[in-house]
């Protein structure tokens, strides 16, 4: 079983960056498709980017050009840099993963394993 640990949310100014980290285990990432989304208080979780298995990348509109999303499989992570951060990037984030040659940020329910979030902050 797929088990991922985010990393490396935080509180941060606007205009700042963090770089979040998605850990994997248990399973050959290499073959896992990995999304990042997010959860306000009070609001539903959205998708933010995801990068399939073979390294293609989707983004959000309210990211795009803020937030890149990589893979380093050697090391089993998905890496979210979040640069020029705003207020409205407050949130929790998550990772998930599933086995396939696509990634999505629409859907949710599309992945089988779940991280268990990490905190941004971006406040002055």
């Known amino acids: 079983q797929l088990q991922l640990v985010e990393s490396g949310g935080g509180l941060v100014q606007p205009g700042g960056s963090l770089r979040l980290s998605c850990a994997a285990s248990?399973?050959?990432?290499?073959?896992?498709?990995i999304g990042w989304f997010r959860q306000a208080p009070g609001k539903e979780r959205e998708g933010v980017s995801c990068?399939?298995?073979?390294?293609?990348?989707d983004t959000a509109d309210s990211v795009k050009g803020r937030f890149t999303i990589s893979r380093d499989n050697a090391k089993n992570t998905v890496y979210l840099q979040m640069d020029n951060l705003r207020p409205g990037d407050t949130a929790v984030y998550y990772c998930?993963?599933?086995?396939?040659?696509?990634?999505?940020?629409?859907?949710?329910?599309?992945?089988?394993?779940w991280g268990q979030g990490t905190q941004v902050t971006v406040s002055s």
């Open positions: 990068i399939s298995r073979g390294g293609f990348p």
């Open positions: 998930a993963g599933r086995r396939s040659d696509y990634c999505s940020i629409s859907e949710p329910g599309y992945y089988d394993y």
């Open positions: 248990g399973f050959a990432f290499e073959y896992e498709s």
